[in-house]
C-alpha cells in the first residue's frame, strides 16, 4: 500500500542552525502539506502546497519556514534559522488524485530537537 | 474561531468493552470531519464523514456525523489491547483543506 515517508525520522540541531526535514509523498498525490505536534499538544496546520506554490499558510509558518518540492517526488520544510520553540514532531501529508483535496494521509513524522 | 473538543480526554478499559468518543465542533462553513489513530507517531486514518446520519463502518469501529448537533462519535466494540492508541479528531472548512484538530482521547485497553 502506498504510503508518505519522511527523513530522517529523528533530528537534532544547535540553536540558529537550519534544517532540511524531507517527505517522499505518495506519487500520485497533488496536495502537500506539514503540520506539527510540538509534545502534549494539538496537530497543527503549517502549510499546503499545490501545484508548485503555498496555497495557505498558518501564523506558525513565518519567514523563518519555507517548503518546497525540488524535483517530482520530494517535499521539504526548511527551517533556516531553529530556535528552542521549534521542537516538535514534524508531519508531512498528502492527498488529492483528481484535483480535489481529500483524505489527507501522514508520514511516521520526525522528531527535531532544538538544543 | 474554529475549534474541535474531544471527550472524554482519556479513557482506561478492559478488553471486550465497548467505547465512544465523542468529538464536537465550531467551524465557518464545514466541510467535512476525519478521524485518526495516532499510535506511536504518524495519525492513521479511520474516517471522513460529509453527511449526517450516515454512519461509515470498518471492522468493531463505526462512526457517524450529525451536522445540526455539531458532533460525531466514533464507537469501537469489542474492544482489544491493539485499540490502544490516542484517537484524534479534525475538522475541515470550505475553501480550505487544512485539517483542525482536536487534543486527542488517549484509550489505553488492558487485557
Known amino acids: 500500500e502506498p504510503e508518505v515517508t519522511q527523513t530522517p525520522s529523528h533530528q537534532v540541531t544547535q540553536m540558529g542552525q537550519e534544517v532540511i526535514l524531507r517527505c517522499v509523498p505518495i506519487s500520485n498525490h497533488l496536495y502537500f502539506y506539514w503540520y506539527r505536534q510540538i509534545l502534549g499538544q494539538k496537530v497543527e496546520f503549517l502549510v499546503s502546497?499545490?501545484?508548485?506554490?503555498?496555497?495557505?499558510k498558518s501564523e506558525i509558518f513565518d519567514d523563518q519556514f519555507s517548503v518546497e518540492r525540488p524535483d517530482g517526488s520530494n517535499f521539504t520544510l526548511k527551517i533556516r534559522s531553529t530556535k528552542l520553540e521549534d521542537s516538535a514532531m514534524y508531519f508531512c501529508a498528502s492527498s488529492g488524485t483528481s484535483g480535489v483535496p481529500d483524505t489527507q494521509y501522514f508520514g511516521p513524522g520526525t522528531r527535531l530537537t532544538v538544543l | 474561531e474554529d475549534k474541535v473538543v474531544q471527550s472524554p480526554l482519556s479513557l482506561v478499559v478492559h478488553e471486550g468493552d465497548t467505547v465512544t468518543l465523542n468529538c464536537s465542533y465550531e467551524?465557518?462553513?464545514?466541510?467535512?470531519l476525519l478521524w485518526y489513530k495516532q499510535e506511536k507517531k504518524a495519525p492513521t486514518f479511520l474516517f471522513m464523514l460529509?453527511?449526517?446520519?450516515i454512519e461509515k463502518k470498518s471492522g468493531r469501529l463505526s462512526s457517524i456525523l450529525d451536522k445540526k448537533e455539531l458532533f460525531s462519535i466514533l464507537n469501537i466494540t469489542a474492544t482489544q489491547t491493539g485499540d490502544s492508541a490516542v484517537y484524534l479528531c479534525?475538522?475541515?472548512?470550505?475553501?480550505?483543506?487544512?485539517?483542525?484538530f482536536g487534543t486527542g482521547t488517549r484509550l489505553q485497553v488492558f487485557p
Open positions: 502546497f499545490y501545484n508548485n506554490e503555498i496555497s495557505e
Open positions: 460529509t453527511s449526517s446520519g
Open positions: 467551524v465557518t462553513n464545514f466541510r467535512s
Open positions: 479534525a475538522v475541515v472548512p470550505l475553501n480550505t483543506d487544512k485539517l483542525i
